[in-house]
């Protein structure tokens, strides 16, 4: 069926330590979007990318639609970049969003 | 903050009840989707309106029913609540439809007692 899988499930670094989460999906999509959930539950937009790289900040994000999957980028972690990043796409001929289940990042002072 | 608002924040109320949750999308979208993230399902889409007419469904219970007003606010109203219904429901919103960011809310946390 269609899926969205994340890893690593979670992830505890040091501040100041970067990481990559990976997303993987199982066909073509034509919306893909990365979401920090922080500790309070709130959802916040971080990128909209379906294709290509963007960056943001500390923040940088790729996806290799041709390969199915896209990759976040965190440089010099802080622990306000703790909480649960999930990838969600939109398949072709779907209109929703498909989660993953998310990597959980916890970030040690 | 997304332009997203969702009232109430929180909910507490009892089985068998019947609560509605709102959500007004950000200024100019027309999209407005319904998502349920629960400890065992993670989060899920349950119903998609674009400018007032209901556009696709997901895993929505029976129970569950939702509307789109001309104003383009919506509503989620959930009846005869079970224990399994406590979850955090997300209002999101678009421009368009598929092709575009969607806007999350703050959320509204409903437990069921």
Do not use: M
């Amino acid at each position: 069926g269609i899926q969205v899988e994340q890893s690593p499930p979670d992830l505890i670094l040091q501040e100041g330590a970067n990481s990559t989460l990976r997303c993987n999906f199982s066909d073509s999509v034509n919306n893909l979007q990365w979401f920090h959930q922080n500790p309070w539950g709130q959802l916040i937009n971080l990128f909209y990318i379906p294709s290509g790289t963007k960056q943001n900040g500390r923040l940088s994000a790729t996806t290799v639609a041709t390969e199915r999957y896209s990759l976040l980028y965190i440089s010099s972690s802080q622990t306000t970049d703790s909480g649960v990043y999930f990838c969600a796409v939109v398949y072709f001929g779907n209109e929703k969003l498909t989660f993953g289940t998310g990597t959980r990042l916890t970030i040690i002072p | 903050d997304s332009g997203v608002t969702q009232t109430p924040k929180h909910l507490i109320t009892a089985t068998g009840q019947r609560v509605t949750l709102r959500c007004s999308p950000r200024s100019g979208d027309l999209s407005v989707y319904w998502y349920q993230q629960s400890l065992d399902q993670g989060l899920q889409f349950l119903i998609h309106y674009y400018n007032g007419e209901e556009r696709a469904k997901g895993n929505i219970l029976e129970r569950f029913s939702a509307q789109q007003f001309p104003d383009l606010h919506s509503e989620l109203n959930l009846s005869s609540l079970e224990l399994g219904d406590s979850a955090l429901y997300f209002c999101a919103s678009s421009v368009e439809i598929t092709q575009e960011t969607q806007y999350f809310g703050p959320g509204t946390r409903l437990l069921v007692l």
